[in-house]
């Protein structure tokens, strides 16, 4: 659908649930919209990104189908935010890998593990893919650690470049401006924190049908933190490695394989969960049309986070080496869809609060 | 499965707030229950899917309400109104009742929004629901559901044989096949029938083929006639119902909340021949905005137009659809339909008998126009800063008055005032024994919860002797 056509949907929906209300006290989405009249394309993209699919309002709508208005706010929304992290990708070309995401993120999928086996299989014999490797720098037996740290920093520092400039570029194009104050700035880092929006109010949200549970959020929770306490173990061992000249393996009660251990359960259950409650949602209120994207990045990180558990528990022996190469090729497929991808949903959704957050203060000012 | 061979110890008619109401408190006191909803599951809960909250008595600042609400106020508040119009008995009940309404309501999964600071609200006397009716009424058909209560959707009530003081068998239509169903008790909370344009026709003419339904369609009032046929005693006037002015563009059907126009008291509000009719400026909108739709029935073709200009757009809540905007009256009257000149010379009339004085449009602040009739007696300011704005007016029926007669046991009562042992009623099918006219935002939600509580206590308590 042209973005044209998508945000006069969602213009249509805002104007209807403006003279109507009754789902102020769900989240964000609605107190952001009284503070209008009228709806800008940047209001629309931003207004977008602060809905978090919750689906309470769907369910609570009067107007939602078979009523002729046919309101269905989460739908409208989830497509409008999909076409604003297209159109601000950057390199600008690349927005359309957003247009068949699924198949983008599993292609990155293949691609990335084969990248790595045959890398490994180019660099080291192939006795050192299969052989038992044991003690400090056994990982590097089976791929060098010059050409790990490469691609990883490469791969990794443009992710975040590209991530970067695409939430700048909407956070201009949606009409913000200005520094925020600390206020607001812990504010929004709360609401990011707690998915305090994914709460309804108090109840949950309606991750099914029409019955309230918190099991979404403590889903995402799951999968965010296990990804945050991920990274932190990735950071501890290249500073243990860097500045202790202490190489991987760690033995299981260091501070990397705790966390990392961790944070791996915690995004195997969430990705699964996830997923799970993607199966079985009543699909009414969701975009079938990014249906594809999203369960392939959840899928993504749920491989990423089991194949680096299942390598943890086989790392002394002579699966290893073809494990870590599985390992690293999902890490390096997450690295490089990271901007492409339903992952930009974070970054967005955190600007989107920062300015709600903002917005609320200059109003309570007034 | 459903097994309408068997008999129910309490068949409820209806499926919105007062129907689930009802059910709900008969299986809870043990009955078997089977409810009967006319509409489809997507469009089930009657008026209730467009509510928003619900008046409540109470004696202390609570959560989701401010200050207190006592019961001499909510008495005289409803008298006033009514123009003394109500059934005192009833109504003191009714208000008494209505203090346990939130706490009742949130056992069985009802949220209620925290109360709104500030002056000049609605949350010191109405609790407001998480979401409005819809949410609420989700929440009572899960309840419902986990408790064992048989639900038919798509079965409209064609008939009950009233004979000996008691209710029969009840006829309905469901999901497209005639049915009979058995029941010790019946609890008829079917609504009004204000979707029945035929009906509002034998008492407004062809003036009612303009008015709009803001609520269900499914309000055809079948039980309700079929009662009344069968020499249930009626109550309230067929012509009055609870309606406002709404925008002209409305669906005929089910428009619901957006369709409201809150420009009024801040306008001029013309017929289609250009002229005034009545006092906008009467007093506080939150008292008037419920005499507009039987003001505007009373004018030629039913229609009115609110007329205003560039002050006054941002002192009121617009409806969903857009305002008609021209940089002169005589522009604006044109894409109106109505004739230049006499909007014109009625704003020129108008603008020449306002007075200067202090404006505040957050309550009557007295600036009236002088020498003008009708009059203007509150918030007159001269309409002459363009753009000048305009919005469609027609009446918007929320549900009708006409009901049958109950007593305090929510029973139904035949013309010779005896009791129907077995038939009880709630909500708006009874609403008239409290309401006779007027209204007082939050009453039909408060009516049809604590009759439908009672209604469906008694019909257990009947049902299983």
């Given at each position: 659908m042209p973005a044209a056509e998508l945000r006069a949907e969602a213009r249509r929906v805002m104007e209807v649930c403006n003279a109507c209300?009754?789902?102020?006290?769900?989240?964000a989405v609605f107190p952001a919209m009284e503070l209008r009249r009228s709806f800008a394309d940047g209001d629309l993209d931003y207004l977008a990104n602060l809905?978090?699919?919750?689906?309470s309002c769907y369910y609570a709508?009067?107007?939602?189908?078979?009523?002729?208005?046919?309101?269905?706010l989460p739908r409208a929304f989830a497509l409008l935010r999909a076409e604003t992290y297209a159109e601000h990708?950057?390199?600008?070309?690349?927005?359309?890998?957003?247009?068949?995401n699924g198949l983008v993120v599993a292609l990155a999928c293949a691609l990335g593990i084969a990248a790595v086996l045959l890398l490994t299989l180019a660099l080291r014999p192939a006795e050192a893919l299969y052989g038992a490797h044991d003690g400090p720098g056994a990982f590097y037996a089976v791929i060098p650690e010059a050409a790990m740290v490469a691609v990883a920093v490469a791969a990794f520092g443009f992710a975040l470049l590209a991530l970067a400039l695409g939430v700048a570029r909407f956070w201009r194009s949606a009409g913000a401006g200005g520094l925020p104050r600390p206020r607001p700035l812990a504010r929004a880092l709360g609401d990011v924190l707690t998915?305090?929006?994914?709460g309804g109010g108090g109840q949950g949200c309606n991750d099914r049908d029409e019955g309230f549970s918190p099991t979404r959020r403590r889903l995402h929770h799951g999968l965010s933190y296990g990804f945050l306490l991920c990274f932190a173990s990735t950071t501890v061992a290249a500073a243990y490695d860097h500045f202790l000249a202490w190489p991987a393996p760690?033995?299981?009660?260091s501070w990397p394989v705790v966390l990392g251990t961790l944070g791996g359960l915690g995004m195997v259950a969430g990705a699964g969960g996830l997923l799970g409650l993607k199966l079985v949602a009543?699909?009414?209120?969701?975009a079938p049309r990014l249906l594809g994207g999203d369960v392939a990045l959840l899928f993504l990180l749920g491989m990423t986070a089991a194949t680096g558990l299942l390598l943890l528990a086989l790392?002394?022996?002579?699966a290893m080496g073809i494990l870590l190469a599985v390992h690293l090729g999902f890490v390096l497929a997450l690295f490089l869809v990271m901007p492409y991808s339903k992952f930009v949903h974070g970054p967005f959704r955190a600007a989107a609060l920062l300015r709600f957050a903002m917005e609320r203060e200059a109003e309570e000012r007034r | 499965m459903l097994n309408l061979d068997r008999e129910y110890d309490v068949a409820v008619l209806g499926g919105g707030n007062a129907a689930l109401c009802a059910a709900l408190s008969a299986r809870e006191a043990g009955a078997s229950v089977l409810l009967l909803e006319h509409a489809p599951r997507g469009m089930r809960g009657g008026n209730s899917r467009h509510v928003r909250n619900v008046r409540t008595m109470h004696a202390a600042p609570t959560a989701i309400l401010t200050e207190a609400y006592p019961e001499q106020e909510y008495w005289d508040d409803l008298n006033r109104v009514t123009a003394g119009g109500t059934d005192e008995g009833l109504a003191r009940m009714l208000i008494r009742e209505s203090a346990l309404v939130p706490h009742w309501m949130e056992a069985r999964g009802v949220r209620f929004q925290p109360a709104l600071k500030?002056?000049?609200?609605?949350s010191r006397t109405n609790a407001f629901f998480l979401g409005g009716g819809k949410a609420l009424l989700n929440a009572c058909y899960r309840v419902a559901e986990r408790l064992g209560i048989d639900i038919r959707y798509d079965s409209e009530v064609l008939s009950l044989a009233l004979a000996g003081g008691a209710v029969g068998e009840v006829q309905a239509r469901s999901q497209g096949f005639p049915a009979t169903v058995r029941a010790k008790a019946v609890v008829a909370?079917?609504?009004?029938?204000?979707?029945n344009i035929a009906w509002l026709k034998e008492h407004w003419g062809e003036a009612a083929?303009?008015?709009?339904?803001?609520?269900?369609?499914?309000?055809?009032g079948r039980v309700l006639r079929n009662l009344l046929d069968q020499g249930a005693a009626p109550v309230g006037d067929p012509t009055q119902c609870h309606a406002v002015a709404i925008d002209?563009?409305?669906?005929?059907?089910?428009?619901?909340?957006?369709?409201?126009?809150?420009?009024i008291p801040f306008s001029i509000v013309v017929n289609r021949d250009g002229q005034r009719f009545y006092d906008?400026?009467?007093?506080a909108w939150p008292k008037r905005y419920a005499i507009w739709g039987r003001l505007v029935a009373l004018q030629p073709g039913q229609v009115a137009y609110s007329i205003l200009d560039a002050k006054a757009e941002r002192l009121f809540m617009p409806s969903v659809f857009p305002a008609f905007r021209a940089a002169t009256v005589g522009g604006l009257a044109q894409q109106l339909g109505l004739d230049p000149a006499a909007l014109e010379e009625t704003v020129r009339r108008f603008n020449a008998a306002v007075r200067p004085g202090a404006f505040d449009?957050?309550?009557?602040?007295?600036?009236a126009t002088e020498g003008?009739?009708?009059?203007?007696?509150?918030?007159?300011?001269?309409?002459?800063?363009?753009?000048f704005i305009g919005y469609p007016l027609c009446p918007g029926i929320t549900?009708?008055?006409l009901g049958v007669k109950v007593n305090e046991r929510a029973q139904v009562l035949t013309q010779s005032g005896?009791?129907?042992?077995?038939l009880f009623a709630a909500g708006e099918i009874m609403a008239g024994n409290i309401l006779s006219q007027g209204y007082l935002a939050g009453t039909g939600m408060a009516i049809g919860t604590v009759f439908g509580r009672i209604a469906g206590r008694e019909a257990a308590r009947h049902a299983r002797g």
């Open positions: 209300r009754y789902c102020e006290g769900y989240c809905c978090h699919a919750c689906r709508c009067q107007y939602a189908p078979p009523h002729e208005f046919g309101i269905n990708a950057w390199p600008r070309p690349f927005a359309r890998l957003f247009a068949r998915l305090r929006h994914l760690y033995p299981f009660w009543d699909p009414a209120p969701n790392r002394s022996t002579g | 500030g002056t000049l609200n609605l909370a079917s609504g009004g029938f204000q979707a083929e303009n008015f709009r339904v803001r609520g269900t369609p499914y309000a055809q002209a563009r409305a669906p005929r059907f089910d428009g619901g909340i957006v369709t409201r126009l809150d420009s906008e400026g009467e007093d449009g957050a309550q009557p602040d007295g600036r003008l009739a009708p009059p203007k007696s509150n918030w007159a300011r001269a309409i002459d800063t363009p753009p549900f009708t008055y005896r009791a129907v042992t077995n």
